[in-house]
Nanobody, 126 residues
């Protein structure tokens, strides 16, 4: 299984970025997909999780500024980030968690996710 994240970079406050994560080796449609981030010295934190377009969870910091989406035909998940702030600076990771039950329960903890991408660095300057 491989998850390949891309799209990070150096931007100014107020700018936008779109992160992409392409996966291989898993039955993509059977997995919750998520984006996490980790800033230096801090724990890895959830940004957003998606099952389908109508089943999405955002962190408080992402709500209203970020948008997560997925394309099952391309085995890919995306994170559209708008109005970026310096505090959004972090390494962003995509991750996959298997759906284990009939009931949809969007995972939120890093330990819920089995597979991880290598991370892509987002730096927001003030």
């Amino acid at each position: 299984v491989q998850l390949q994240a891309s799209g990070g970079g150096l931007v100014q406050a107020g700018d936008s970025l779109r992160l992409s994560c392409v996966t291989s080796g898993l039955i993509f449609g059977s997995y919750y997909m998520g984006w996490f981030r980790q800033a230096p010295g801090l724990e890895r934190e959830l940004v957003a999780t998606i099952w389908k377009a109508d089943r999405i969870r955002y962190s408080d910091s992402a709500q209203g500024r970020f948008g997560i989406s997925r394309d099952n035909a391309k085995n890919a998940v995306y994170l559209e980030m708008n109005n970026l702030k310096p505090e959004d600076t972090a390494v962003y990771y995509c991750a996959a968690a298997p759906r284990r039950s009939v009931v949809i329960v969007l995972p939120a903890r890093p330990s819920d996710f089995n597979y991880w991408g290598q991370g892509t660095l987002v730096t927001v300057s003030s």
